[in-house]
T-cell receptor, first 110, second 116 residues
């Protein structure tokens, strides 16, 4: 079963604008992670937010977590062309490491 | 410098053949994983190893066999290749495995396999 789903499927913004990707999950978590995958590369972690945290920041990135609605969001401010990538949320799944959603493709245009 | 090395980066194989995907990590991690990524599908977990021992296997087919000759190696042998095996295979590692409280996974760049 898919334990994490991002929405929307794809987003396009112009450089300098902000963009937000949402994620919903269906089982309890101890932590939720956001990963970014650029074309031709493996995923790379952006933010890890634990279940007792409501917000976490990393530079231009801000993640929120709402355990009551089982949802999370990742916002990117002042976007740059190099932010173009697929963004995944992922939950820890014990021996399996992480379970990923389908991802949201974010395209940033000049 | 890449800390997780996967070889080959690209591979074309004939149906029915056998291939080995190589993965070495230089992060000093104790857990290693294989994931598979196909078009329009999420990253799918395949195997996880911790201290060179199998932790979990979610691959239905025995044609996929992980091989761990050293602590920092986890190769993936695929036999009797089929066109449906075409995908990008990612190796990953984490400091420790088997915890549910926030393991960060570090991924290699992937091995893209095309079976014709």
């Amino acid at each position: 079963s898919q334990l994490a789903e991002e929405n929307p499927w794809a987003l396009s913004v112009h450089e300098g604008e902000s963009v937000t990707v949402n994620c919903s999950y269906k089982t309890s978590i101890t932590a939720l992670q956001w990963y970014r995958q650029k074309s031709g590369e493996g995923p790379a972690q952006l933010i890890l937010i634990r279940s007792n945290e409501r917000e976490k920041r990393n530079g231009r990135l801000r993640a929120t977590l709402d355990t009551s609605s089982q949802s999370s969001s990742l916002s990117i401010t002042a976007t740059r062309c190099e932010d173009t990538a697929v963004y995944f949320c992922a939950k820890n799944n014990y021996a399996q490491g992480l379970t990923f959603g389908l991802g949201t493709r974010v395209s940033v245009f000049p | 410098d890449p800390k997780i090395i996967q070889k080959p980066k690209y591979l074309v194989a004939v149906t029915g053949s056998e291939k080995i995907l190589i993965c070495e990590q230089y992060l000093g991690h104790n857990a290693m994983y294989w994931y598979r990524q196909s078009a329009k599908k999420p990253l799918e977990f395949m195997f996880s190893y911790s201290y060179q021992k199998l932790m979990d296997n979610q691959t239905a087919s025995s044609r996929f066999q992980p091989q761990s000759s050293k602590k920092n190696h986890l190769d993936l042998q695929i036999t009797a290749l089929k066109p449906d095996d075409s995908a990008t295979y990612f190796c990953a590692s984490s400091q420790e495995g088997g915890r549910n409280s926030g393991n960060t996974l570090y991924f290699g760049e992937g091995s893209r396999l095309i079976v014709v």
